[in-house]
Structures are given as structure tokens and as C-alpha cells.
């Protein structure tokens, strides 16, 4: 089992940044061996995926809307993932979901544990 706590989240204003933390923790888990990801839900929408890096931090991957904007880092260390998110858009209103990757590769599908979910709110 693997548990996943994402944090960070709030109400900002277009324009501010936040970052978001996902810690991860399980008996038998390495963090280091799998990819990592975020994804978020709008209200109505279906959940999409935001960006996504490899066991090492050394490959990300990142939804057309956010490039530039959204950076994806990991700490291997302290068993976190975290995703900087600057400029933001009301667009980017979202429940965002930290989720494990199955392999080590970067992927925007094929994981296999989420987190409970940070509310990101932007108002215009």
C-alpha cells in the first residue's frame, strides 16, 4: 500500500503562484523506483493530466496548457513531488491529485494510487 498527501493548495488571484507538495509513504515502497504525476478534476470535467516526471527528476512531461507556466520537481530524499505553478489562470481551477506512476518511466496514464485531492482556486 501507498499513501499519498498532497498539500499546497488555496485560493489565489489570476497572476500568483502556488506550489503544491506530495508527500508518499508505504511500508515496502521505494519512492525512487516510479514516476510520479499530477493530474486535476474541474467541476463537470473529466480528470486530466498535468505533468509528470521520472524516477530521477531528470525527465518531465507536461499538458500543452501548463508548459511554461508549471515546473515538476521531486525530491527523492524527503519522498516528494511537488509541482510550482506561476501565472495562474481561473482556467487552472481545479482539484489537483498527486498519483504513482507503475514504472519508473514518465507517463500520462498507468498509475496505480492517488491522493486525496488539493482544491486550487483562481479567481479573475
Known amino acids: 500500500q501507498v499513501q499519498l498527501v498532497e498539500s499546497g493548495g488555496g485560493l489565489v488571484q489570476a497572476g500568483d503562484s502556488l506550489r503544491l507538495s506530495c508527500i508518499a509513504s508505504?511500508?515496502?515502497?521505494?519512492?525512487?523506483?516510479?514516476?510520479m504525476g499530477w493530474f486535476r478534476q474541474a467541476p463537470g470535467k473529466e480528470r486530466e493530466f498535468v505533468a509528470a516526471i521520472n524516477w530521477s527528476g531528470g525527465i518531465t512531461s507536461y499538458v500543452d496548457s501548463v508548459k511554461g507556466r508549471f515546473t515538476i520537481t521531486r525530491d527523492n530524499a524527503k519522498n516528494t513531488v511537488y509541482l510550482q505553478m506561476n501565472s495562474l489562470k481561473p482556467e487552472d481551477t481545479a482539484v489537483y491529485y498527486c498519483?504513482?506512476?507503475?514504472?519508473?518511466?514518465?507517463?500520462?496514464?498507468?498509475?496505480?494510487?492517488w491522493g486525496q485531492g488539493t482544491q486550487v482556486t483562481v479567481s479573475s
Open positions: 508505504g511500508r515496502t515502497f521505494t519512492f525512487s523506483d516510479y514516476a
Open positions: 498519483a504513482k506512476g507503475r514504472t519508473i518511466q514518465v507517463a500520462r496514464r498507468d498509475y496505480d494510487y
